[in-house]
Nanobody
């Protein structure tokens, strides 16, 4: 089994930056990803890495960068040029299924979430 714990959320103003971190323990996952959810809306994929290959969603492209320290099993999400629409609970997740990428239904280990709030 894999357990993940994320950190790094907080409150920033529009245009600010935050870096989220996620530590995975236990079995080595095939994929790790970042997802976010706003109350009342569906969860959406932000970015993921499978086998060292990253993939970004449209919301992330050009502003967010996902990276991984595979030796330490730590996943990062560097978020720049943040907008109020980025306000959400951000979740780290791990999957044992190859090429899960942004398919949240294939992820079976989820963190508690870290809140990101971007003010105008």
């Amino acid at each position: 089994q894999v357990h993940v714990t994320e950190s790094g959320g907080g409150s920033v103003q529009t245009g600010g930056s935050l870096r989220l971190s996620c530590v995975a323990s236990g079995d080595i996952p095939e994929c790790m990803g970042w997802f976010r959810q706003v109350p009342g809306k569906e969860r959406e994929g932000v970015a993921a890495i499978c086998g060292g290959r990253p993939i970004d969603s449209n919301v992330a492209r050009g502003r967010f960068t996902i990276s991984q320290d595979r030796a330490k099993n730590i996943l990062y999400l560097q978020m720049n040029s943040l907008k109020p629409t980025d306000t959400a609970m951000y979740y780290c997740a791990a999957s044992q299924v190859q090429y899960s990428f942004l398919r949240d239904d294939l992820y079976n280990a989820w963190g508690q979430g870290t809140q990101v709030t971007v003010s105008p």
